[in-house]
């Protein structure tokens, strides 16, 4: 009898691991917890194929190294995800493969995150062949981040993460608790595809640490990951942490960087970055001691400054830890550089920044069609110590250079030229390509079925249909006012598509859009979440009658919107807008347009601001337009500014924005006390030429700057008439081609601005034409 007791009591002492592992299927959320933390090791949960509709997942289990538990869907690509969902893993050797995130958003601030609270962490777990694709917050300034590795010795790897739109990052990895540091994550063979510019900070793709733990270990890995369009700032990938290693990723046309942006002793081993030449593409930004960047190619790269192919920052003495340590004994060595723009030592330098990079060693790189010079130093105290690199000619002649012969190799397509002894040794690169990256069973490059674009025409008696009609169309359809005189609207128009709306070629006169309520509206047109605009040849009058006023005549929405939009006005007129707060186009706060672009028109008798592109007052470093881009444009008595561009702070992340003023004329705009005509804050890019200004900011400023010392600003071949200065920080704007000629205008009272054919300002513009706008 004793025998058989302790027979049957064996299987009791051998664990869970000993028992036959068992396949579950699961449909719904709470199934799938109770079967994870019921699993034993070799288990599989199945998901059971179907939408999961504002699912919160959470897995929690424990498997072995050699028998993980796995969560996978019962034919992968079947589970999508979708409505305000999420997923936390905890415990010990999981493996979630094969979910499909689309058509949702988190209701909280991580997506995926490897910790169920701040006890229970995942270690050793996995994620892997999963796509989240658009996956966005209504709010574009909504704190979301796709994946948070907590823990240690977890891998993300074979997923595919497609158009983050949202602030944060698509991956982080946590330090702030000790149980992650030293963590030896693996973040590999991904697919990041898309991040269009945020417009502020938090754009990066992916961030390793942060400041406040910058001089604590990471240790992990990133390789084996291609990277394609990320845009959203100028740290693609932002590593604040130390002992990382970043190696063979393929950058593909990135407007950004590799950012050793705080730790010390980070690797960059073996990574391709393709430029294409086109502008603003980055490669490697160093910050901090004891970094080596080692056998990258860089091709075609045409970013500056901390966009530069290489660029090494200065430092600031005494440094706060989110601040910037100075570099030293940094090995920058056996690279390739082909067709870039030159690299920059000592990038930042400015009152703050002072300490020079030191004991940099610089040397067996190459140098292929290189631009002259190939590198800039702002300091040239020798703490980068350039020596034995190569270039291919003779025409760059620079100390530590030689001529070499080169050779072209093929790899993975790529042609990269060698040279014996010098830059990237093409045996050890990998060059991964898109094939060999993200999910397999997902296809990045579907196709959408195009409509057939359609032109409606609407006459003014048919308005109050145009909504209804605007609902109706396609993508690209196009709207044509058919009649001139007044079309009466009582509300304002939505437009959450790309369309055209346009006056009909044969009119003799612009149809007018007017208000016909007794309610205040808006705006005559309000561009939505998805919505662009190309508008020809309308007129919009903000009073009309004893009926409601117009706040605008047209602007981006104030409800969620994390999309950029464009807007193109070509023709148009706006004026009788009779509030100091109204405007004729007006982009909303926390909204972001692509481009604006303005042409043709006419802004007049207008109590607020013309073109108001400055509701973000924060002074986080937003802005409301990338490209502002207005040519061949009257503003006359306007109260207000007739431009008005905000970006407020000190944040360097971003590109814009981009402001260009051409062939235009203002008259009699804010004469007030300390006016404004043109007002530029913060912005990065700006030319403005070939423009009059004639009694215009007389109590003030023709044009207001506040830049940055490495901002490029021009003001040229423009006339100033009884009109306020031009004001800078650093009083470098003004060109050599600047007038103050009483311009002469044709007829003021008939709104003609060009002027007369005996006017000093004929054929004195850039261009050979009349300095101003030439419109009537």
Request: hydrophobic content about 35%.
């Amino acid at each position: 009898m004793l025998k058989h007791i302790i027979l049957l009591s064996i299987p009791l002492l051998l664990g869970k691991e000993t028992l036959q592992a068992k396949n579950i299927t699961v449909s719904s959320p709470a199934e799938l917890k109770q079967a994870v933390q019921k699993a034993i090791p070799g288990d599989t949960v199945f998901l059971e194929n179907k939408e999961w509709k504002d699912a919160k997942l959470v897995v929690e289990g424990k498997g072995t190294a050699t028998k993980p538990i796995v969560i996978v869907p019962r034919s992968i690509g079947k589970v999508i995800i979708t409505g305000q969902s999420y997923l936390k893993i905890a415990g010990e050797y999981l493996v979630i493969k094969g979910l499909h995130f689309k058509d949702g958003y988190t209701p909280e601030k991580d997506l995926i995150v490897f910790r169920v609270n701040n006890d229970r962490l995942a270690n050793n777990c996995r994620l892997t062949e999963c796509v989240i694709d658009e996956f966005n917050n209504p709010e574009r300034f909504r704190n979301e981040n796709w994946i948070v590795l907590w823990g240690k010795n977890n891998r993300v790897d074979h997923n595919t993460f497609i158009n983050k739109l949202t602030a944060s990052p698509v991956l982080i990895a946590e330090l702030n608790d000790e149980r992650s540091q030293d963590n030896n994550h693996s973040v590999d063979h991904n697919y990041f595809k898309g991040r269009q510019r945020f417009g502020s900070n938090g754009g990066e793709t992916i961030r390793i640490g942060v400041s406040r733990y910058s001089l604590t270990p990471s240790r992990t890995q990133i390789v084996d990951n291609y990277f394609e369009h990320c845009n959203g700032e100028v740290e693609i990938v932002s590593i604040k942490s130390g002992e990382n290693n970043i190696s063979r990723n393929t950058f593909f046309e990135c407007e950004g960087g590799l950012v050793l942006r705080h730790g010390l002793g980070n690797v960059v081993n073996g990574n391709l970055f393709i430029g294409n030449n086109k502008p603003f593409t980055g490669g490697v930004r160093i910050v901090n001691p004891g970094h080596r960047v080692t056998n990258n190619v860089f091709l075609e790269l045409k970013g500056t400054a901390f966009r530069s192919p290489l660029s090494i920052m200065n430092g600031v003495p005494n440094s706060l830890i989110n601040r910037y340590y100075q570099v030293v004994d940094a090995k920058i060595e056996n690279n390739t550089f082909v067709n870039c723009t030159p690299l920059t030592f000592g990038a930042g330098k400015d009152a703050e920044r002072t300490l020079s990079p030191q004991r940099v060693t610089f040397q067996k790189n190459l140098f292929v069609n290189a631009s002259d010079p190939v590198y800039q130093d702002d300091n040239n105290d020798g703490g980068v110590i350039v020596s034995n690199n190569a270039i291919d000619k003779s025409a760059v002649s620079r100390e530590g250079f030689t001529q070499v012969k080169i050779t072209n190799t093929v790899k993975n397509g790529i042609t990269v030229p060698q040279a014996k002894n010098y830059g990237a040794d093409l045996k050890q690169l990998a060059f991964i390509t898109v094939n060999q990256a993200g999910a397999k069973w997902y296809n990045t490059n579907q196709q959408i079925a195009k409509n057939k674009n359609t032109t409606t025409y609407i006459k003014a008696s048919d308005t109050k249909k145009i909504q209804e009609l605007i609902n109706k169309t396609h993508a690209g359809d196009t709207i044509i006012l058919a009649e001139d005189g007044f079309y009466k609207l009582e509300e304002g128009l939505i437009i959450n598509k790309p369309l055209v709306i346009m006056a009909a070629k044969h009119l003799n006169k612009k149809p007018v859009f007017v208000n016909a309520s007794f309610k205040t509206i808006p705006a005559f047109i309000t561009i939505e979440n998805g919505g662009s605009l190309e508008i020809k040849n309308i007129a919009f009058q903000g009073a009309f009658e004893s009926y409601g006023n117009v706040q605008a005549g047209i602007r981006s929405t104030d409800k969620a919107m994390n999309r950029h939009y464009n807007l193109t006005v070509d023709g148009c007129e706006f004026y009788d807008y009779n509030e100091s707060s109204f405007a004729g186009i007006k982009a909303s706060k926390n909204t972001l347009a692509d481009s604006l672009v303005i042409k043709n028109s006419l802004f007049r008798n207008i109590s607020g601001t013309a073109v108001n592109v400055a509701e973000e007052k924060d002074d986080r470093g937003a802005y409301g337009a990338e490209y502002t881009i207005i040519t061949n444009t009257v503003f006359t008595n306007v109260m207000g500014s007739a431009v008005n561009v905000y970006r407020g702070g000190n944040d360097e992340s971003t590109l814009g924005p981009f402001v260009t003023i051409d062939h235009c004329t203002f008259n009699e705009i804010e004469n007030r006390e300390q006016g404004t005509v043109v007002r530029l804050v913060g912005v990065q890019y700006a030319a403005i030429t070939n423009s009059n200004f004639a009694y215009s900011g007389q109590g003030g400023r023709a044009i207001e700057f506040r830049e940055f010392r490495w901002d490029e600003i021009l003001v040229d071949y423009c006339n100033f008439y009884n009109a306020g200065r031009v004001e800078s920080f650093y009083n470098k704007v003004l060109g050599k081609n600047i007038y103050e000629i009483d311009p002469k205008f044709s007829d003021v009272t008939q709104l003609n601005f060009k002027p007369q054919n005996e006017s000093f300002l004929k054929l004195k513009s850039a261009d050979g034409k009349t300095i101003g706008a030439t419109i009537h």
